[in-house]
């Protein structure tokens, strides 16, 4: 008996301390529950009901943006932006972005080509997309990575030039402004993850964003069935709305954002200070943004490097993420040509642990043992 009762203590004690890549932020109960009261007594769960409706309104005048659609997650959105416009063709796109960019290109039969990426700002290199453009190029979806932004003003540029549509993967962008505006702004269409990990969240769900009425007209009715009241269609559509529930959870959450920015600026700072002097590579982020310190990869001199500091970091009950990895053009399903970029930069980042309440000693425990271990 005793000896089971350590083995539980021992337990929940390497539980407490383990410190994994991110954590997800949760309002107080309560709060939570005052929305979901709201949904209980108007016994309406689905189908764009009042709190979906408060929370665009709210997010829309905090980010800044005209128009929004909150979603059931943040690669649906991608989806329904490749259907109504990439048409079928040539996507050009990156490779060191989370997998969905590349997988919803795929799955909705068009054909994805890869330009590298830049080795500092980690966005795809925009003086390579024009060499990549053909006559079946249809739209560029590009990733804004880790909030990073790409260089919009190139992109929108070669985009008028050959007639293509702009599609922005902003999973990590909520909250970030470029050039004075929210991120969102930018491209015919701009979309964003509202998963659990993500700076501001509704547990699982997205949005999608676009400033054309008529091109955002079509995305409001795809994303329910195609409706036009309960009988009639404006066309094509499928199912990707929130529910109630979920609402509930970002309504609640809404108003910590300002608290989440600065505990996670902090710790932002410190590993910023810690690991100035040392030879690892930090991103660097574009001139005129205001970043949401949604991430903090770290690039290490060679893949050998990294696991051998993954492997320590462990040891300690520590659990950063390989992030991106692998380069997406190495997938199988993608076919890709050689990126060599990004899939070096790829073997050699990874994320370090980055949430609010991550307290000052462990992120100086941290860096310290990135440093011991370089």
């Not at 966005?123 to 997309?129: G, R």
């Not at 979806?141 to 007639?163: M, Q, R, S």
């Not at 997406?328 to 790829?346: R, V």
Request: aromatic share 12%; charged share 20%; hydrophobic share 40%.
């Amino acid at each position: 008996m005793q000896t089971s009762q350590k083995k539980n203590r021992s337990y929940a004690q390497t539980v407490m301390e383990m410190i994994p890549v991110t954590k997800t932020f949760l309002p107080p109960l309560d709060e939570y529950r005052f929305y979901l009261e709201k949904a209980w007594k108007k016994q309406w769960i689905s189908n764009r009901g009042e709190l979906v409706v408060a929370l665009e309104e709210k997010l829309k005048s905090f980010l800044g943006v005209e128009n929004l659609l909150i979603t059931n997650n943040g690669t649906i959105p991608l989806q329904i932006a490749l259907k109504l416009l990439g048409l079928n063709g040539e996507v050009i796109t990156t490779p060191f972005s989370y997998v969905a960019t590349t997988s919803t290109i795929v799955w909705e039969n068009c054909k994805p080509v890869f330009v590298d990426i830049d080795s500092e700002f980690l966005t795809i290199d925009e003086t390579k997309i024009e060499e990549a453009v053909t006559p079946k190029t249809t739209a560029i979806l590009a990733t804004h990575v880790f909030g990073n932004p790409c260089n919009v003003e190139v992109i929108e540029n070669v985009a008028e030039k050959f007639g293509l549509k702009v599609i922005y993967d902003a999973a990590h962008c909520f909250g970030v402004d470029y050039r004075e505006q929210s991120v969102f702004n930018y491209g015919d269409v701009s979309t964003c993850s509202f998963h659990a990990t993500k700076l501001f969240h509704t547990g699982e769900g997205g949005a999608i964003f676009c400033k054309n009425q008529e091109l955002f007209h079509k995305i409001s009715y795809s994303h329910n069935f195609g409706h036009n009241g309960p009988l009639e269609y404006f066309g094509l559509g499928i199912n990707a709305k929130i529910s109630e529930l979920q609402a509930a959870l970002g309504l609640a959450v809404l108003p910590y954002l300002e608290m989440i920015f600065s505990g996670r600026k902090k710790v932002v700072d410190i590993y910023n200070t810690e690991l100035k002097d040392s030879p690892v590579q930090l991103l660097k982020i574009r001139a005129d943004t205001n970043w949401n310190y949604s991430y903090y990869p770290v690039i290490f001199e060679s893949e050998e490097t990294l696991l051998k500091i993954i492997k320590s970091l462990n040891e300690e009950n520590i659990f950063p993420r390989r992030y991106f990895f692998p380069s997406l053009n190495t997938i199988e399903y993608a076919s890709g040509q050689t990126m060599p970029i990004s899939e070096s930069i790829s073997k050699r980042i990874m994320c370090l642990p980055l949430f609010v309440g991550l307290s000052e000693d462990s992120a100086i425990k941290i860096c310290t043992l990135i440093k011991k271990n370089l």
